[in-house]
């Protein structure tokens, strides 16, 4: 689920897997590792040489201001990759980031204008003059009456020269609902998911299903097949069991 997690979202797209002995001696090459911690890869730096073309190893800087050396064969890294930067990974979330950022946007607009929007539901006219004190009478008896959903519709009796006019709201929510669903639709795309995992309105079951297969084969098999690249060139190559048997793993879709 951590592997996952990181690789998927934030702005790195991979996870940075330490590979632990059964000893506190540092892994060997060629051991097979007893323990897999997953940590942030914003902790770890890589070692190069001197001209920049070797990677040496990583230092692990912890929160408290711990530094940790690393070999190679001490790390597991599953990535995406980044073009620009070969040892480190891109997240498909870079992708999304701008619409996801909107909605978190949207989401703010609409709270603040129900908080703090001070435009009147309507306006009651007089063609008479009145006092503060019936001003305020006039007003307190209508909100009585009219305030709130459960008063919603009820029938008003004016007199005196007095009417209503209602205020219309202009608010821009009414787009904004537009403008979430083609985000949703963006953030789909990016991350290979099918619209009938986040919403079965007006589906079929045959529908459902074809849309369930497409999203194995399409999405969550090369996922898989990526895992199991490295898992293969970083976490099992090289390393024997103690029959001297090779390792290896792979992901099992037999049903």
């Known amino acids: 689920e951590a592997i996952v997690v990181w690789m998927s979202t934030g702005d790195r797209g991979e996870c940075v897997v ?29 070692v190069l040489s001197p001209d920049k073309r070797r990677l040496l190893g990583w230092v692990y800087r912890s929160a408290n201001g711990g530094v940790i050396t690393y070999a190679p064969h001490q790390v597991w890294r ?4 980044n073009p620009y930067e070969p040892l480190r990974g891109l997240a498909p979330y870079e992708s999304a980031r701008t619409v996801t950022e909107a909605d978190s946007k949207i989401d703010r607009f609409n709270r603040a204008f129900f908080d703090n929007d001070a435009t009147p539901g309507g306006v009651l006219m ?11 009478d006039i007003r307190t008896a209508w909100e ?18 007095l009417s209503f006019q209602a205020t219309p709201t202009s608010h821009q929510e009414m787009m904004f609902i537009q403008q979430l669903d083609h985000n949703q639709k963006v953030q789909l795309a990016v991350f290979k998911v099918p619209k009938s995992e986040v919403d079965f309105t007006d589906l079929n079951y045959a529908t459902a299903m074809a849309a369930e297969r497409a999203f194995m084969r399409k999405t969550v098999v090369p996922f898989a097949r990526l895992l199991e690249d490295s898992m293969y060139a970083e976490l099992f190559l090289g390393t024997r069991d103690e029959l001297g048997r090779e390792c290896w793993g792979a992901f099992d879709f037999s049903k």
């Open 18 to 46: 330490i590979k632990e002995g059964r000893s506190d001696a540092p892994l060997a090459p060629g051991e097979v590792p007893l323990e897999l911690w997953p940590v942030d890869g914003a902790a770890l730096d890589p």
């Open 78 to 81: 599953p990535r995406y990759f």
């Open 126 to 136: 007089s063609t008479a003059a009145l006092s503060p004190e019936q001003r305020e």
């Open 144 to 161: 009585d009456r009219h305030r709130g959903s459960t008063k919603r519709a009820r029938v008003a009796l004016l007199e005196g020269g």
